[in-house]
């Protein structure tokens, strides 16, 4: 079946109609969604004056892109233009103003459907520039083989050996703030927790921002490896107490610091975020089970998907079967489209090449050594060794990690370890990264605000601080 994850959109070229705006009032930050055959993918536009014309970049976070730079930005009132040429085609954006928003066709390798951005900042450029954080932060460059991850190192300003923690993004490739929709969680934790004595690592993951290396091929395993490696380097530094190193993890990251944890002796507690505690295959069965019911399907509709998801496991599983999965997929994108209005046809006239790009993305999608991996490791496993102090935290509405799927195994293992120092809490009317939600589905995410739900980072930081205080009443007792 044809979905917003396979129409290509993160091949975009952008073309917007402003009609009353200056070129300064053009700039400033954008959300919005591109509605096609029925889905809407969530993307962001930064605008901004560069001499006499435009700069712009893009942000598809369901694609895992961010800041792509968009080329040929020109503007003549009220018209406004961008591309961004990529993959097998351009996607083409035309629209117009409406008082703060702009709304518009879109257009991709013969595909069409609509547009909608909403101005949700001031023009940045008119904004006061932000006052030094209390803290030293310093540009960092960590080896791992043969690749280097770049990453930002915050010092608190007083005298002596500070804690510190590492933090570790969840899937798909994330810079070190872990942007989305111009929500920055981890700069927020960094901020937070250094402000409190608690200095704080953070990275860009393989291939994106000033990290080497790709993702192409990189799995848990991977990742593993370079905390590893960012964990080697917080011992060197003279202002870190490598006694008291945690790891916090948010979603995938939740798997990979109980990973690191039984591999190091050097880690001291654990703050897991919205971390999967079952097997990966059970994790995609639930998010389709909830996501097809939040969007209206049926019963049918609903068990008919996760039988094609299990049947996607078994062939990616046996690495045989692929050309029978390739005709069930494309039976899915021909029913699909035989749902399709005459309209909707008649809007893409290259159907059933958009129909075979789509299956051609799924397959690829699942034959990547990260899938692969994922939908077996099994997280319990290396909960049942964590003997540490864990935080474990779990959104009340996430849709992505539900609480109700993977409380109860975490507490489970944690118990079996013989953990003593395990706290275990679902924070309520939250959705996967944490903010206050109505529903916790993803399309959600563009228009909340960008911000935890009051009190999460006390909660957080307050547990570090009274576990590192535990440390040192033991060390104290020895």
Partial sequence: MLNSKTIFIFLILLSFNLKTFTQSQIAGHWEGAISIMGTELGMMVDIQPEGDSLKATIDIPMQNAFKLPLKNVKFNHPKIYFELPA?????????????????????????KGKFHLAKKSADKSAMPAEPPPPYKEEEVKIKNGDVTLAGTLSIPESEGLHPAVILITGSGAQNRDEEIFGFKPFKIIADYLTRVGIAVLRCDDRGIGGSTGSMEKATGEDFAKDVEAQVKYLITRKEIDNKKIGLLGHSEGGIVAPLVATRMKDISFLVLLAAPAVSGDKIILKQIELLARAGGATEEEVNKALIRQNQVFKVVRLNSGWDKLRVDFKKDAEESISKMTDDERKAMPDIENIAKKSVDLKIKSIQTPWFKYFIDFDPV??????????????????????????????????????????????VPKTNHLFQEAKTGNPNEYASLKKEFVLGLMEKIADWIKDKVIGINKKEDKN
């Fill in 87 to 111: 993959g097998p085609g351009v996607a083409v954006f035309d629209g117009e103003i409406k008082s703060d928003s702009i709304l518009g066709e879109f257009s991709q390798a013969g595909a």
């Fill in 381 to 426: 496993k290396q909960l049942e060794k964590i003997k540490l102090p864990v935080l474990a935290l779990f959104g009340e509405l996430d849709m992505q990690v539900p609480p109700d799927l993977n409380r109860e195994p975490m507490e489970s293992a944690l118990s079996k370890a013989g953990n003593k120092e395990y706290t275990i809490q679902i």
